[in-house]
């Protein structure tokens, strides 16, 4: 890599760390400002997002919907320019989500966040974990169990 783009395995490694600071303290803004202008997030519960102001709004909105939001790194894979953050989730459903009222369940799970990083900030992050599973855990779903 050539140029402003290039951040080494330790630039990476500290872009990430306090990147996770901001997810720990639930702070929608400062999570938007580490993109891009023109980021783009691919997420299985907000679809497509584009730009810092709706990748804002969708941490804000989902901060609202589960207050407690705890996002523990499991795995932390860098290789400039991209980052990968495995995590292990575990929230509390208090605020209303996809139009359901809040029901005091609590939803645990795993997932990745795969980054990419340009120029010192996140152009593309993508989402991967099992959102059947969530809505499930959460209500909006009901799992039949299966028969033997």
Request: proline fraction near 6%.
């Amino acid at each position: 890599m050539a140029g402003t783009d290039a951040m080494t395995r330790a630039d990476l490694d500290a872009f990430v760390k306090r990147h996770l600071v901001s997810l720990a303290r639930r702070d929608a803004r400062a999570l938007a400002a580490d993109h891009t202008e023109d980021s783009v997030v691919e997420s299985p519960m907000f679809a497509t997002l584009h730009g810092r102001p709706a990748i804002e709004d969708s941490w804000r909105a989902l901060f609202t919907s589960f207050p407690d939001w705890t996002t523990e790194p499991t795995v932390i894979l860098i290789d400039p320019p991209h980052a990968a953050i495995f995590v292990k989730v575990t929230a509390t459903h208090v605020g209303e989500f996809f139009g359901l009222p809040g029901t005091n369940r609590r939803v645990e799970f795993q997932g990745v966040r795969c980054l990419m990083i340009k120029n010192g900030f996140i152009a593309l992050e993508r989402r991967i974990y099992d959102f059947t599973g969530f809505l499930v855990q959460v209500g909006v779903l009901r799992a039949k169990p299966a028969k033997p």
